[in-house]
Nanobody, 125 residues
Framework: QVQLVESGGGLVQAGGSLRLSCAAS????????MGWFRQAPGKEREFVAA????????YYKDSVQGRFTISRDNAKNTVYLQMNSLKPEDTAVYYC??????????????????WGQGTQVTVSS
């Protein structure tokens, strides 16, 4: 129904910046929320940030608020995650996700219907 492709990951030193992009295609008219999650080796997938497609309200994990900024371009069906002041604990595979059903629980992985394949972010100390 919806296909997602992430890009922009890479290797960066602590304190550096990266900008992730996620392009959606398919039945994008059903998008209610787009979010970013991340998963480090041996850990569960965790919420990072989300943005409502209509209105643009944003939501962040507490530990990234003030450092990360989520934004979207509705015309391009693309969501971005600007990551500044990166820390080693930010190292993970970052996944883009789409909620097509309009759930209240934006920080929960099970609220999302479609997922990208992920892009690796590695922050060295």
């Amino acid at each position: 129904q919806v296909q997602l492709v992430e890009s922009g990951g890479g290797l960066v030193q602590a304190g550096g910046s990266l900008r992730l992009s996620c392009a959606a295609s398919g039945r994008t008219f059903n998008i209610h929320t787009m979010g970013w999650f991340r998963q480090a080796p041996g850990k569960e997938r965790e919420f990072v940030a989300a943005i409502a497609w209509s209105g643009g309200s944003t939501y962040y994990k507490d530990s990234v608020q003030g450092r990360f900024t989520i934004s979207r371009d509705n015309a391009k069906n693309t969501v971005y995650l600007q990551m500044n002041s990166l820390k080693p604990e930010d190292t993970a595979v970052y996944y883009c996700a789409v909620d097509a059903s309009g759930t209240y629980y934006r920080s929960r992985p099970w609220s999302y219907d479609y997922w990208g394949q992920g892009t690796q972010v590695t922050v060295s100390s």
